[in-house]
C-alpha cells in the first residue's frame, strides 16, 4: 500500500476506534432497559429502513453473480424480507435475555473488613472481522449493545452495501433510544490492511472475534496483538466404540455429517473400532452413499467394503485426516482401540466437538475426560455445539481456543469483570 | 541469528513443547492427590538439593556482580536456607489449596434430555516468561502442577544456573511422586530467539504469561501468536475527592506509595480535587518527604506548595502522568471534579488498582463503576491487589488485560472448561 494512502487509512481507523471507546464508557453505566430499548428501536429501523436495505442487497447480489460466484456463496449474501425479519426477531429475543453485566460473580470479605466484589463489566469495544454473511452484522450489534459493548465491525467487501444500509438503519435506532449512535463503528474500507490495523490496535481494542473461513482465521490469530478469541474451524469426529449401539451409532454419524454439512459442528472423520468395524461398515456406508455422502477410507475399510461389494469409494490419503470438508465428504478409519481412536483426535482434531459412541460406561469415561476438546459428546451428534441448542439464547460464535472461552459463546462470554473492593481506610501492613 | 544455529534452536523449543505436551495429556487426568504428592516432593527435593542450588546461585549472583549490576537486582536473584524455606512453604501451601480441575461451573438439562456439563479443565501447556528471580520458578511450577499444566519455562540468563539447580531438583520431586518429570520443561537456551519461538508455538502452547519489567510485557504481548495474558504494569492513582476523609486519605497514600513502592500496585500518581488541595497538599507532601518521596507536581499544586514554603518539589512533564516509577518517586496533579479525575485515568491508566477516597456514597459509585481497571478502591490502599490478600492462596501474576483474567491470577485463572455432554443417541432435528 502506498505510504500516503496508509496514513489515512491509519488515520480513518484511528478515528473509528476514539468514537467507538467514547462510546463505550457511556455504555458500561447503561441500564438494562436503556439497552433493551436500544435493541427494540433497532428492530424497527431495521423494518423501517427494509427497501433501501433490499435495495442495497441486490445491489451486492447482483455484483457477486456477474463476478461468478458459486450459488452458495451468493445465497448467504441475500437477504429478503423474511431474512430481515429474522434479523428484527435476533435482536427482540437479545432483548429479552438476562443482561449479565453487574452480575455480582463472587464476595469475598477481607479479614480486615474490606468488602471484595467480583462483577461482570463489559469487554469494551469488541473488534468483529467477517465475511460475506449481512446478518453478522446485526447479530454482532445486538449481542455487543446486549453486554455494553461497542462494536467495530469490519464485514466483506460482497456484502459492503447491505452493510452500509444495515448499519444506517442500526444508528437511527440507536438515536432513538438515546445510546450514542458512535457504539457502532463500521470500517467501509474493505482493503486488507484495514484489518491489520484493526487487529494491531493495542490498547484501543479489547478484543477481536473473526468469524469466517479458515484462510480469514488463521491470519487474525497469527497477526493480532490485541487479544483475540479464535473461532470455529472444526474438524470433528465421531468414533464408535467396540461396545457401541450401531443403531445409535448409524443416527448420531447420519445426522452429524448430513443434516447441514457446510457448519463447524458437522462430521469430518468417522472411525471404527476394528471388533465392529467387519460388520457395520458395509451397513452404515451404503447408507452414507445414498444421501449423497462420499467416503474416503483408510486402507482397512476401502479392504473390508471391497470385499462387501460396495463401490464408490475412494482412498483417503494423509491430508484427509486433517481436512474440514464442510461439505457431503467423510474420511473413514479403522482403529485398533480407544487408545488409538484418541491419538488420532489428538493429532488431527481442532478442539471443537468429538463424539464417542458406546454403551460402556469406562469407554465414555475415558475418552470424555481425556480428549482435548471444547464439546465432548457421549452418544449424541457433534451438531448440538451451539449456543441456542446449549440454551444461551444468542451466539455470538464458536471458540476453539483455551483462554477465556470454550465452546459456543454467548453473552456472558463477551464479558470480563472487575473486583470493586470497599474500605473505610484500610492500609496493607 | 545465523540459520543453521536458528534451525537447531527451533528443534531444540520443539522438542520441549512436544514433551511438555505429552506430560500435559497424564496431568490432565491425573488425581488431586497425585498432585499434591507431586508438590510435597518436590519440596522435598530442594531441601535435599538445597546445597547444589545454593552453590550455583552463588556463581549467578557472583557474575552479577562482576558485571557491575545494582544491588536491588542482586537481592532479586540471591537464594539462601531462608529462600528455600520459603519456597518449600509455597508448594506446600499450594498442596494444601482446593484443586479447581473438575469443578462443575454448570449443568444444562437440554429439552431433549442430554446433560450438558461444563467442567473446569486445566489449559494444557503454559510457557512463563521472566526474568531474575529464581523463586518465580518454584512458583510457577508449583501452580502449574497443582492445576494439571505442564510448564515451560524461560527464565533469564542472570538466573540460569540457579534455575537449572532448581529444576533438577524439582524433577527428582516429580520423578518420586510418579509424575512424568517432563511436567516441566526448562529452557536453557537465554538468546532472544527462544523467547520469539515459544510465543510463536500455535497449537503447542496453550497459553504465555510474561513475568518481568515493561519491556519484555510489551515485547511478548505485541509478538505472541499463542493467547497470552498481560501482566503487571500499574501505573495506579489515588483520586482524593472533595468530600475525602483527610486522615484516611493520608494512611492510604502514605500506604500506597511507601509501604513497597517497587510493585505494581504501588500508587504512582495522587489526585487531589481542588477544593482540597490548597488546605492538604502542604500538610501531606512534607509528610511523604519525609518518608523519602520526591514529588513531581502539576502547575496548580507547584504554587500551591510553593505560597506554603514547601522546598524540593519538581515541576511534572507529561511524562510523569505515564510513568511507572517503581521507586519512592510520586507525581501529584490538582483535578476540577470527579469527571476530571476519572479522565486522567482512563488517559493514563494501565486498568490495574484505582482508589477514591471519599465519604461521599454518590462520588464512590461513580468513581468504582466508571473508572476501567482490574480492582477499584473506594477507601483502601492500592496495595492489596494481591492474590493472597484476595484468599486465593496463591497468586501467579496480576492481570491488566480484560480476556480471561483481569487482576490477581490464582489456580482458577490458571484452567480452561470443556462441556461434556451425555445423550442416549440423541440428534439434531
Avoid at 445465497?75 to 423474511?82: A, G, K, P, S
Avoid at 490469530?221 to 461396545?243: F, K, L, M, S, W
Avoid at 454439512?261 to 473400532?273: F, K, M, Q
Amino acid at each position: 500500500m502506498e505510504s500516503g494512502r496508509h496514513a489515512e487509512l491509519e488515520t480513518y481507523i484511528a478515528d473509528k476506534l476514539k468514537h467507538a471507546r467514547r462510546a463505550s464508557r457511556a455504555l458500561v453505566v447503561a441500564s438494562t432497559s436503556l439497552k433493551n430499548e436500544a435493541l427494540q428501536q433497532m428492530a424497527e429501523a431495521l423494518w423501517d429502513g427494509r427497501e433501501e436495505i433490499l435495495a442495497a442487497n441486490q445491489q451486492d447480489v447482483r455484483a457477486s453473480e456477474m463476478a461468478g460466484q458459486p450459488p452458495s456463496r451468493i445465497d448467504r449474501l441475500m437477504l429478503d424480507e423474511h431474512r430481515i425479519r429474522q434479523m428484527m426477531d435476533g435482536l427482540v429475543q437479545v432483548a429479552q435475555l438476562d443482561d449479565p453485566v453487574g452480575e455480582r460473580l463472587d464476595a469475598i470479605l477481607h479479614p480486615n473488613g474490606m468488602r471484595i466484589e467480583k462483577v461482570r463489566v463489559p469487554m469494551g469495544v469488541i473488534a468483529m472481522i467477517y465475511e460475506s454473511r449481512p446478518n453478522v452484522t446485526v447479530d454482532a450489534v445486538g449481542l455487543c449493545i446486549k453486554t455494553g459493548n461497542a462494536a467495530v465491525l469490519r464485514g466483506g467487501r460482497e456484502a459492503l452495501r447491505s452493510n452500509i444500509a444495515l448499519v444506517r438503519a442500526l444508528h437511527q435506532g440507536l438515536e432513538a433510544s438515546g445510546v450514542p449512535s458512535e457504539a457502532i463503528q463500521f470500517v467501509e474500507r474493505v482493503e486488507r490492511e484495514s484489518v491489520d490495523l484493526l487487529i494491531t490496535a493495542v490498547g484501543l481494542v479489547d478484543l477481536v472475534i473473526p468469524r469466517g473461513g479458515s484462510g480469514l482465521i488463521e491470519r487474525v490469530v497469527r497477526h493480532a496483538q490485541v487479544p483475540v478469541i479464535e473461532t470455529g474451524v472444526g474438524n470433528c469426529h465421531v468414533y464408535v466404540d467396540t461396545a457401541a449401539d450401531l443403531a445409535k451409532a448409524r443416527e448420531i454419524i447420519t445426522n452429524a455429517k448430513t443434516q447441514r454439512p457446510s457448519v463447524c459442528n458437522a462430521a469430518e472423520t468417522l472411525l471404527v473400532h476394528k471388533s465392529v468395524a467387519g460388520a457395520w461398515l458395509p451397513e452404515i456406508v451404503p447408507h452414507l452413499a445414498q444421501l449423497g455422502v462420499q467416503v474416503r477410507g483408510c486402507e482397512q475399510s476401502l479392504a473390508i467394503l471391497q470385499d462387501a461389494g460396495c463401490r464408490n469409494v475412494l482412498a483417503a490419503t494423509d491430508e484427509d485426516w486433517s481436512t474440514e470438508y464442510l461439505d457431503l465428504v467423510l474420511a473413514v478409519k479403522v482403529v485398533d482401540s480407544l487408545d488409538a481412536a484418541i491419538e488420532h483426535i489428538t493429532e488431527y482434531g481442532t478442539l471443537h466437538s468429538e463424539v464417542i459412541v458406546t454403551e460402556s460406561e469406562e469407554a465414555a469415561v475415558d475418552f470424555l475426560s481425556r480428549v482435548d476438546a471444547a464439546v465432548v459428546y457421549h452418544n449424541a451428534s457433534s451438531r448440538f455445539t451451539d449456543g441456542f441448542e446449549f440454551g444461551f439464547g444468542a451466539e455470538i460464535g464458536i471458540s476453539t481456543q483455551k483462554l477465556h472461552a470454550r465452546g459456543p459463546m454467548g453473552l456472558r462470554e463477551m464479558t470480563s469483570y472487575k473486583y470493586i473492593v470497599r474500605g473505610d481506610g484500610q492500609v496493607r501492613g
